[in-house]
DNA sequence: CCGTCCTTGCAGACTGGCTACATGGACCTG
DNA sequence: CAGGTCCATGTAGCCAGTCTGCAAGGACGG
């Protein structure tokens, strides 16, 4: 019964099966086989089953790995307890964000962190579908995420923080026969062609309600998920794109237009992992990362 | 940072230096020394200074030990989650009791558990000083343990449970001159020669108290700690003693005088340390012992 | 029915931790 | 004040646990 053979037990669980976890745990499967055939000798009762050519957690394993989130949780705290004795805290932490987020907060947060004596980030950009950002809690120890207005909420055992909410506008090149409005309605885009993201991804139901509010099915022309290469093909008229207010930058060569009639709008959110979210690093970084998100939100408040 | 290396430092802790340390946990001092020196290298503060010969804990170390038990309590919840999937809670089980409550307990808490396949249980004997039994638990599952009447509460950290109250009657001899009486008054008492336990040892205050009371000092003829062989003193004529009225047995040759005026009688108890008392085969065990000791608690009331 | 993917078993190498022994302080005692 | 004793701590060497690499056994899909 080690803190490694339970992390590698909730990994199995989270990321699906033994290769899988092994490429989280920068492990072979064969070494994480063998810590579950160990772990299931050492508890007398099946963790695993085979199902298919993959594997799943019995209930006396899906119990275990519950229970292995309170221990890591307590072994985080009780770093955390030391290091409160220390002056200030230190270490390493691994961040990821979507790229229009990583784009407008990377900067700035490696900026502010740069004061910090002995703390080093590692920033990565990973932008994955909707359902498969919680699995990156695994990998990071914040991960930046955005989801619709409306979208479920994020499954119980990951922690969310609230960053800021973020509108979509409709972008259109200069030259469309909208470029001068100030606002548009869904009934007026109709017979458009969208750009926009692949299926599954954040802001794929928000198209899906506007469409629904036109009463037509989007023609959707292009599937682009970034951000940057949609801007540029919307500013070059090969579409239209609903695009974030606050991410797009001014100078990119196209119009936002204000959408009326939906609630058309993303939030940002951070997502930790229970044990890593008591790091007192960690916690200094999402700090930190809220105080960037409320200035991100004045901003907004005062754009808007 | 390990679960044996906070277990480590938990003992140090308790045991109050690193040698004592290494004899509870079949150590060497040189690989708790070690161990120590890793997790500090790892903290990063220093979590033990030394303090003459010996050794003490600092603010940082103290911090870490009291969030460990946290770990070791998350730990065994684990376990026990797990083995809730199984039919039945196995395992050995190690319970020390002082002389007394051994005799009386011992045999029947090992007729119950004969029954139950997989449970082993592991029976000592341990009678130590007051202060010196919340230690035991570094060593036992289960440390049946007894205090006077008015003692100070255990210390934090080890969990109690109740068992029953004992009360303590004055033991004479046949041929002593109050061998006839039912009740006696400490001022009776006032010029007998007793028979008592080691300084230190649970029911030494209850002679003080019962001295007090009759205004002399008591006279202490002998100190022995071994209530079978104070009685076998007592019935000899050589002394009167403060005998526990239940596990004395009707058979030793002494006459039990219920003592009017002084409220005098121990409470015998459970000792466990928290994680240990997360294992489900511990608390089955416990229940056990508790159910003995109603029925002990019963019979006695019938008694009385 | 064959190819592919996934898990699992086995042999070998290696890292990490423990034991045994020696060293250096600190308290106690004569 | 000096020798003895106790305690913590380094060092060398051994042993065990664990990981890697490779091979085998099933299961799904074309």
Redesign the interface.
């Known amino acids: 019964?080690?803190?490694r053979t339970?992390e590698t037990l909730r990994a199995v669980r989270s990321q699906g099966g033994v290769t899988a976890a092994a490429a989280v745990l920068h492990l072979t499967p064969s070494a994480v086989s063998q810590q579950l055939a160990a772990l299931t000798a050492e508890?007398?009762?099946p963790?695993t089953e085979r199902v298919g050519r993959g594997l799943r957690l019995?209930?006396?394993?899906a119990?275990?790995a519950?229970?292995?989130v309170?221990?890591a949780?307590?072994?985080e705290?009780?770093?955390a307890?030391?290091?409160?004795?220390?002056d200030s805290p230190?270490g390493t932490v691994r961040v990821s964000a979507f790229q229009s987020a990583a784009q407008l907060v990377f900067p700035r947060l490696l900026d502010t962190v740069a004061g910090w004596d002995g703390v080093t980030l590692e920033c990565a950009d990973e932008d994955v579908a909707l359902a498969d950002f919680p699995d990156l809690t695994d990998r990071f120890d914040v991960v930046v995420a955005h989801r619709p207005d409306g979208a479920a909420d994020w499954p119980a055992g990951v922690r969310v923080v609230p960053l800021f909410r973020e509108p979509l506008d409709v972008a259109v090149s200069p030259g469309h026969r909208l470029a001068g409005r100030a606002e548009v309605s869904p009934e007026e885009l109709a017979d458009e062609a969208w750009i926009t993201v692949r299926e599954g991804f954040p802001v794929a139901p928000v198209l899906a309600a506007v469409a629904a509010r036109s009463g037509a099915a989007p023609r959707i022309a292009h599937r682009i998920n970034d951000f940057t290469v949609a801007t540029a093909m919307v500013a070059a008229g090969h579409g239209i794109s609903l695009l974030p207010r606050h991410t797009t930058p001014a100078f990119a060569g196209v119009r936002l237009l204000r959408l009326t009639g939906v609630p058309a709008g993303r939030r940002v959110e951070a997502l930790l992992r229970p044990d890593r979210a008591e790091r007192r690093v960690v916690a200094r970084v999402v700090g930190a990362l809220t105080a960037l998100a409320a200035e991100i939100d004045h901003r907004a408040g005062r754009a808007v």
């Open positions: 019964m080690d803190l339970l508890m007398g009762v963790l019995t209930p006396a394993g119990a275990l519950d229970a292995a309170d221990v949780v307590a072994v705290r009780a770093r307890a030391c290091q409160g004795h220390r230190v």
